[in-house]
């Protein structure tokens, strides 16, 4: 009998160690899906890309090959770099610039302020859809609404398609990107409301005008929402896919080829899926690189209240 009690003494769990098993047991549906569909397939593409897969045939391994090609015989692959590069350029500041202009509007408490906000973030909800990049298609196109309206003006004499030319068809993607301002614009306009209304009355007391206000009160006090938008931002860009694919298809001769569709085509139209796994890494690293740079250059223009104290 008291052999059985100790045994039973033994094998009981102590609370500490039943509270950790049941944690576990509550975030066990979540861990068997972070290893089937997040680490299985980042494996697994890390070593697809380091083979000739092609969704036809048996994988077999090439090591490197793959990412020697990239740097060294696709032209295509350099041009989808910089088209994308330019497109984050140009419409990541743009966007941000116009959705902190829109915040600073909606900043007060006005009549009607909150039916103006739901309708200026609707864009962000609806934009990356595929009905609207039809649209836009649409718009931008030789029969569109931009063309009527110029012709209607005298601006322009003959129609022509904004998308189907070489020169601006990047410009209506970087149009349509800022369009989708609604997101970063109730980011701004949450930060803006933080900011203590006291220091505006100090600085109109000291015969600060708006101007100076702005730069020296409300930048500096936006700076972490402004980095924490820029990095999002920055990130949703180089994986932009839908206007690229639904409103120009890449064209014209790969002016609005991003960096993401190009991995589609090569991916799942012309099958080298072993070399797209391998321009997805490359994605990866670029995406990295750049998300490190804007961390490191954060020291010098991101100021948080902790840090002033």
């Known amino acids: 009998m008291t052999e059985k009690m100790l045994t039973r003494q033994r094998t009981r769990l102590s609370p500490k160690l039943k509270e950790g098993l049941t ?38 391994f090439v090591g490197l090959k793959n990412y020697m090609d990239i740097f060294t015989k696709d032209a295509r692959f350099l041009k989808s770099v910089k088209v994308t590069l330019t497109y984050t350029f140009f419409q990541v500041p743009l966007k941000l610039g116009f959705a902190l202009f829109i915040a600073m509007l909606f900043k007060g408490n006005r009549r009607g302020v909150n039916v103006y906000r739901s309708l200026y973030y609707l864009p962000s909800i609806f934009g990356g859809s595929i009905a609207i990049a039809i649209m ?47 997101s970063p614009m109730l980011i701004f306009l949450a930060g803006l409301r933080q900011i203590p209304q006291s220091y505006y009355e100090a600085a109109s007391i000291d015969g600060a005008r708006a101007w100076r206000k702005f730069l020296h009160i ?33 064209g014209p001769t790969d002016e609005t080829l991003m960096y993401a569709l190009y991995i589609y085509d090569t991916g799942f139209t012309n099958y080298r899926m072993g070399y797209a796994s391998a321009l997805s890494w490359i994605s990866l690293i670029i995406i990295g690189i750049i998300t490190m740079v804007i961390f490191k250059t954060s020291n010098y223009w991101v100021f948080y209240e902790s840090k002033a104290e």
């Open 23 to 60: 944690g576990y047991l509550f975030i066990l549906p979540w861990l068997v899906g972070l290893l089937i569909f997040t680490i299985y397939p980042i494996l697994s593409s890390l070593y697809y890309s380091m083979t000739d897969y092609n969704l036809l045939t048996e994988a077999n």
């Open 136 to 182: 836009w298609r649409q718009i931008f196109g030789r029969t569109g609404a931009v063309n009527a309206i110029l012709k209607s003006l005298g601006l322009i004499t003959t129609a022509k398609s904004w998308i189907a030319s070489p020169d601006t068809a990047l410009g209506t993607l970087i149009l349509l990107a800022i369009w989708q301002f609604g």
């Open 218 to 250: 409300t930048l500096p006090s936006l700076s972490p929402i402004i980095f924490f938008n820029l990095l999002m931002q920055t990130i949703s860009s180089f994986m932009s896919f839908t206007q690229s694919y639904i409103v120009t298809g890449g």
